[in-house]
């Protein structure tokens, strides 16, 4: 059985975002049954015991406190079921939790190059001491089985692939300490329990759908999708930012050229939205939005949603 939690479902800032007022963060802060969200990132295991993250967003420690699975095994003075962290790319949101597991415990981090040499530029990051934190790089569309701590197989195939996207936006305009080749800076994943075939596909950042990727996904049992704006300008129009959500690399929820439109026709058993930003009216029950996307069968997670394939 693949076993997926979802730690948290919204893009960088939160739900709601420290130093936001807009309606979604404001109805977060009044009101307890509005949609509160940690940053996105999931964990998954195939045996229940041993799990592997997608991503290590700032809210990690929190996602931890709250998902029991995820805590020490009792009798143990150190312990975590935490075996590896993979990136799928160096957003703040997907790499800065690596912070929150320097306490000696060890795990490993899987990434493309291009992420690995951003996190060896950046000093900070050798809180996480090598002998114990391995870095291991992984390459586009070459699977690869994530290990146990104590080398044991996981069972588990995570096939990595490039998916439309952007570079981090703290190296915009800058040069990138893995060079001038993009390929690598956003992943889609492809995770498979290997003795059952169960699978699904994690693709919280994806600038646009291609042949390719349509190809990948069409009949998929499960779809976590880039779910940051409804619409491409809604930043600039509540006034809240200055980009478009193709400037940060995300694909709008509407539009003719939206998730809603592109995944319609693939047959995607279950379609979930990750990474949504507290600017998006997806957010708020009620909204003609959020019906829109549930009548088009899309779900909109809430932290700590257990998923089982
Ligand atoms: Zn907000």
Redesign the pocket.
């Known amino acids: 059985m693949l076993r997926i939690i979802v730690l948290g479902a919204a893009a960088g800032g939160g739900v709601?975002?420290w130093n936001?007022g807009?309606e979604?963060?404001a109805a977060a802060r009044r009101d307890p049954r509005a949609w509160r969200s940690t940053q996105a990132s999931i964990a998954f295991s195939a045996d229940g015991e041993h799990w592997f993250l997608v991503n290590a967003s700032p809210d990690l420690r929190q996602q931890i406190q709250a998902t029991p699975q995820l805590h020490p095994r009792p009798g143990l003075l150190r312990h975590t079921p935490i075996a590896g962290v993979i990136l799928t790319n160096s957003e703040v949101d997907a790499v800065t939790g690596l912070l929150s597991m320097r306490e000696g415990s060890p795990f490993t981090v899987y990434a493309h190059d291009r992420v690995l040499s951003i996190l060896a530029s950046n000093s900070i990051f050798n809180v996480l001491g090598e002998k114990t934190v391995r870095r291991e790089p992984i390459a586009l569309d070459t699977a690869f089985e994530p290990a146990l701590p104590d080398g044991h197989r996981s069972g588990i195939e995570v096939l990595p692939f490039a998916v439309p996207g952007k570079g981090a936006w703290y190296l915009e305009g800058k040069s990138h300490p893995g060079g001038g080749d993009s390929a690598g800076d956003t992943l889609g994943l492809r995770i498979t329990e290997k003795a059952s075939g169960r699978y699904f596909y994690f693709l919280a950042a994806c600038a646009r759908m291609t042949p390719d990727l349509a190809a990948r996904i069409v009949n998929a049992p499960l779809v976590l999708f880039d779910g940051t704006v409804w619409r491409d300008d809604e930043l600039i129009t509540a006034g809240l930012g200055t980009k478009t959500g193709q400037a940060m690399g995300h694909i709008a929820m509407s539009g003719a050229d939206g998730a809603l439109a592109a995944l319609a026709a693939l047959n995607v058993k279950r379609k979930l939205f990750l990474h949504i930003n507290?600017?998006n009216p997806v957010l708020l029950h009620g909204s003609p939005e959020r019906a829109t996307a549930e009548r088009d069968g899309w779900e909109i997670p809430t932290d700590g949603m257990v998923i089982t394939l």
């Open positions: 709601p975002q936001c807009c979604v963060c507290n600017s």
